[in-house]
């Protein structure tokens, strides 16, 4: 295995990330979207003798449109999300 091509690689997006828009059946609206943190390569498969990629990703939500009827109180109001 070549070691020196091994590692961490440098990449860019040939475009911006699309949110992927999702409506569920209880008609919550939800945007969803993979943002790509890093890529390293790990060698080369040793039957095909093609590089090996590892991709470090996170998905990203938010939520766009919440029906009022799921909306539930929790008795925290004011006082913050965390403790």
């Known amino acids: 295995m070549d070691d ?5 690689i440098g990449f860019e997006l ?3 990330p699309k949110w992927i828009r999702v409506t569920l059946e209880d008609g919550t609206v939800l945007e969803i979207k993979m943002e790509i943190m890093a890529i390293e390569r790990s060698g080369n498969d040793i039957n095909t003798g ?10 990203l939500m938010r939520l766009m449109k919440v029906p ?10 004011g006082k913050g999300m965390y403790r």
């Open 4 to 8: 020196e091509n091994n590692g961490v």
């Open 14 to 16: 040939e475009e911006e």
């Open 50 to 59: 093609l590089p090996i990629y590892q991709m470090q990703a996170t998905n």
């Open 68 to 77: 009022r009827e799921l909306i539930k109180k929790t008795g925290n109001e």
